[in-house]
């Protein structure tokens, strides 16, 4: 079963970056993407970006485009969320997730990174 772990979240303030990596170890069959999501306090959780893990198609969420940028390194497993122009309401616990190509459904996820900006 494909592990997930995130790393790069912490304590930025307004107009700062961050760089959320997800790596992943073990088969990656029958997925085709890799999501990233995020749940604040009190919240849902909610969609924030996805990559297909073949060729360039990449999504994004309304209230992140333009400022977040997700990438994936084939060679180390790994995928990236560049974070750009942070505000407060980006606070939130962090996950990534690879979504099952037969269900759509996304159903293995990462422990979580925080990530929170202060005003």
């Known amino acids: 079963q494909v592990q997930l772990v995130e790393s790069g979240g912490g304590l930025v303030q307004a107009g700062g970056s961050l760089r959320l990596s997800c790596a992943a170890s073990g088969p990656i069959f029958n997925r085709d993407r890799v999501g990233w999501f995020r749940q604040a306090p009190g919240k849902e959780r909610e969609f924030v970006a996805a990559?297909?893990?073949?060729?360039?198609?990449?999504y994004y969420a309304d209230s992140v485009k333009g400022r977040f940028t997700i990438s994936r390194d084939n060679a180390k497993n790994t995928v990236y969320l560049q974070m750009n122009s942070l505000k407060p309401g980006d606070t939130a616990v962090y996950y990534c997730a690879v979504r099952d190509i037969v269900t759509m459904r996304y159903d293995s996820w990462g422990q979580g990174t925080q990530v929170t900006v202060s005003s």
């Open positions: 990559i297909r893990l073949s060729g360039t198609l990449t």
